[in-house]
């Protein structure tokens, strides 16, 4: 099993809908999690840090579940521009998976 | 805060020609940094890790004689792909850590430095 393992997707949605990706994690002693995306042809940018009590910056919510051993990623309200890949980081492994994409249609 | 620069952005260059790609931290010491690939529409994928002042370590599979890694100052690392060819054409990305002492802290990215070797 991948120590990092998130859904492959693509996520196809309408402008202003809801979507949310998971990322599981293996090892239970996990510390930092981050949530990145990326553009296409352009480096990946963090997006924001997974706090335990889970945190949200503006139309972006990020959550922990230590129990399940996941961290999800909530858009609301999607926006065109929120097409993109996203990529979990988790414990600053420095490797990453192939990441959700995401296609928000008009 | 937290800013990484790439240098070029974008290169062309002949097969059997090296290249060197600089990664500067511009406001903060990198003790490490990390050097990664990736082709089009795959993932990024770990190179190597670089230590200033040390051997850099290479992940499994990846040259380390091609992929020459100077890490010789805290705030810059260079890549040099030796002997390009074509299937060295790649979208290369340097990133670093703001805190050298903790995992907690998130990787900030270079802007990246796109290779095309003919």
């Known amino acids: 099993r991948k120590e990092v393992e998130q859904d492959p997707g693509p996520f196809n949605v309408p402008e202003g809908a809801t979507v949310a990706f998971n990322c599981t994690y293996s090892?239970?002693?996990?510390?930092?999690f981050f949530w990145y995306r990326q553009d296409c042809r352009k480096e990946p940018k963090l997006l924001m840090s997974?706090?335990?009590s889970g945190n949200e910056d503006g139309r972006f919510t990020a959550q922990l579940n230590r129990a399940s051993q996941y961290i999800s990623l909530l858009i609301r309200d999607s926006k065109l521009s929120d097409s993109a890949t996203y990529l979990c980081v988790v414990n600053n492994d420095m490797r990453f998976g192939a990441g959700t994409r995401l296609t928000v249609k008009p | 805060g937290a800013v990484v620069s790439q240098h070029p952005s974008w290169v062309i260059c002949k097969s059997g020609t090296s290249v060197k790609i600089e990664c500067r931290s511009l406001?903060?010491?990198?003790?490490?940094m990390f050097w990664y690939r990736q082709f089009p529409k795959q993932s990024l994928m770990l190179m190597a890790t670089s230590n200033e002042g040390s051997k850099a370590t290479y992940e499994q599979g990846v040259e380390k004689d091609k992929f020459l890694i100077n890490h010789a100052s805290l705030t810059l690392s260079t890549l040099t792909v030796t002997s390009a060819h074509p299937e060295d054409s790649s979208f290369y990305i340097c990133?670093?850590?703001?805190?050298?002492?903790?995992?907690?802290?998130?990787?900030?990215f270079g802007n990246g430095t796109r290779l095309t070797v003919t």
């Open positions: 997974v706090y335990s």
């Open positions: 990133s670093a850590r703001w805190t050298i002492s903790s995992y907690n802290s998130p990787l900030h």
């Open positions: 090892n239970s002693a996990s510390q930092s």
């Open positions: 406001d903060f010491q990198a003790t490490t």
